[in-house]
């Protein structure tokens, strides 16, 4: 037999246990959700008149960090990310940016390399590369694709 020294009833036990147990799923869903992109603002398209290059732009915050990003691709399959990161923070942040770029069923994500920002200031972000799934889809990109650019800290 067992002794209960807890002067409560077997009820009492399970619904405190249970509440235990939401409290600790609630913490570690917050620190996981910590570690996610935020969700970028909408973002502006922009064709070029002669239709060779498409341009995605849109700012970005996380953290207490933001951006502005603009996102370019062209019909040669050449791409370029051009992108800021303001920090007013106290303590400097590693930051980088991330576009996914989609059309019907196919996407691509590109990136910039990870940079420091030291305490309250402003520093630019850029990448640049070829992608032959751009160079193939090119028309299609330019009438329906889409980007998602989001900034990332860490």
């Known amino acids: 037999m ?3 020294t807890t002067r409560t009833s077997g009820k009492a036990r399970s619904h405190r246990g249970l509440a235990l147990l939401i409290a600790t799923g609630a913490g570690l869903g917050s620190l996981l959700l910590g570690t996610v992109p935020a969700h970028a603002n909408a973002t502006t398209k922009h ?3 002669d ?9 970005d915050s996380s953290k207490d960090v933001r951006g502005d990003i603009t996102f370019t691709v062209n019909a040669d399959g050449n791409w370029r990310i ?21 059309w019907d069923a196919a996407d691509v994500r590109h990136s910039t390399g990870t940079k420091w ?31 998602d650019c989001d900034i990332v800290i860490g």
């Not at 942040?93 to 770029?101: M, Q, S, T, Y």
């Not at 030291?118 to 329906?144: E, M």
């Open 2 to 4: 067992r002794l209960d």
């Open 47 to 49: 064709v070029a008149a």
């Open 51 to 59: 239709g060779m290059s498409v341009q995605f732009k849109t700012s």
């Open 82 to 102: 051009d992108a800021d990161a303001t920090n007013p923070r106290p303590a400097g942040r590693n930051v980088h940016w991330v576009c996914d770029l989609s």
């Open 117 to 147: 920002v030291p305490r309250k200031s402003t520093r630019s972000l850029t990448a640049a590369a070829y992608d032959p799934f751009i160079q193939a889809d090119f028309a299609t990109i330019a009438a329906r694709g889409t980007a």
